[in-house]
């Protein structure tokens, strides 16, 4: 099993950036960032696989961008361009499959972080 521990949430205005991090202790093939409205499933927001691909939702898209160090064992999603419907608390999660299974719903990831919120003010 995957521990993870995000940092780095807050709250900022609207147009202003943040970069989440999320530690990692144990190995897996793919990791994501997915957020969650009060009351509502988790999202995906973004996802990387061992081989560095990357995918990232619709919404964020040209604002979001995730990464991974390069000894594999922080993961990072750069928040720019922040918009009042990004305030959530937002979660790293990890997948012990790759390929097309990195791409399914929140609900299939099996190891969490505890979340961080994110608040954007307009």
């Known amino acids: 099993q995957v521990q993870l521990e995000e940092s780095g949430g807050g709250s900022v205005q609207a147009g202003g950036s943040l970069r989440l991090s999320c530690v990692i202790s144990?190995?897996?093939?793919?990791m994501g960032w997915f957020r969650q409205y009060s009351g509502e499933k988790r999202e995906g927001v973004a996802r990387i696989q061992v081989d560095g691909s990357t995918t990232v939702a619709d919404p964020v898209k040209g604002r979001f961008t995730i990464s991974i160090d390069t000894t594999k064992t922080t993961l990072y999603l750069q928040m720019n361009s922040l918009k009042f419907e990004d305030t959530a608390e937002y979660y790293c999660?990890?997948?012990?499959?790759?390929?097309?299974?990195?791409?399914?719903?929140?609900?299939?990831?099996?190891?969490w972080g505890q979340g961080t919120q994110v608040t954007v003010t307009s």
């Open positions: 144990g190995d897996t093939s793919c």
């Open positions: 999660a990890a997948e012990p499959a790759s390929g097309a299974y990195c791409n399914r719903p929140a609900q299939y990831f099996r190891d």
